[in-house]
């Protein structure tokens, strides 16, 4: 089955350590994000990345870093400088379009708790 | 940026009773308009979508109107069931970025279906 996988599914740090979210798919998408989810707010773009080797910050970039070296990953860093890093993170595929949205797909996310 | 509200942020109804979730966007140069359904522990998933060119759309029990003078677009379930019982997101999208989707998504609705 195609799809979006994420790992772990719950992963625990330290304040102050860097931590690497993991991302793959196998739909063949050539874009792919990364969204943040806090309790009672809609979902928030961290980063996205329409190809290889080239991503850009959403709306919330601070604190976190990418890299997209392989069309299948797109790893998601959390590092010590976010201020709130606690929260379930969603990663995402779409194919592109050159003029329009075209569904996302999601994977079942990692809730990361630093303490 | 494009600002999406949605209401109510919890819905209770009886199974076999009708479900409507609405939400409201603030850019006029909105014209996607998709409805994601969330199950615990899991990640999103589209469930309908609608561009600006149409005014309602209909998938079997589910259907999705936009009134796009009011800036309004609104989610009816039929007949529900209590699998429908989920967390419910609308978005709008302003628009593309560059080789990817510009969604902004509205805060959830946890839709409970009681026996």
């Known amino acids: 089955d195609g799809g979006i996988t994420q790992s772990p599914k719950y992963l625990f740090r330290k304040e102050g350590q860097n931590v690497t979210l993991s991302c793959e798919q196998n739909l063949n998408h050539d874009a792919m994000y990364w969204y943040r989810q806090d309790p009672g707010q809609g979902l928030r773009l961290i980063y996205y990345s329409q190809i290889v080797n080239d991503f850009q910050k959403g709306d919330i970039a601070e604190g976190y870093s990418v890299s997209r070296e392989k069309k299948e990953s797109f790893p998601l860093t959390v590092t010590s400088a976010q201020k709130n890093p606690t929260a379930f993170y969603l990663c995402a595929s779409s194919i592109r379009q050159g003029n329009g949205n075209s569904p996302l797909h999601f994977g079942n996310g990692t809730r990361l708790t630093v303490t | 940026g494009e600002n999406v509200e949605q209401h109510p942020s919890t819905l209770s109804v009886q199974e076999g009773d009708s479900a409507v979730i609405k939400c409201t966007y603030s850019d006029s140069a909105s014209n996607y308009f998709p409805w994601y359904k969330q199950e615990l522990g899991k990640g999103p998933q589209l469930i309908i979508d609608?561009?600006?060119?149409?005014g309602e759309k209909k998938d079997q029990r589910i259907a999705v109107t936009l009134n796009k003078t009011a800036k309004h677009f609104s989610l009816h379930i039929t007949e529900t069931q209590p699998e429908d019982s989920a967390v419910y997101f609308c978005?709008?999208?302003?628009?593309?970025?560059?080789?990817?989707?510009?969604?902004?998504f509205g805060t959830g609705t946890r839709l409970t279906v009681i026996p």
């Open positions: 609608i561009r600006s060119n149409v």
């Open positions: 978005a709008a999208s302003p628009g593309f970025r560059t080789g990817a989707n510009n969604l902004f």
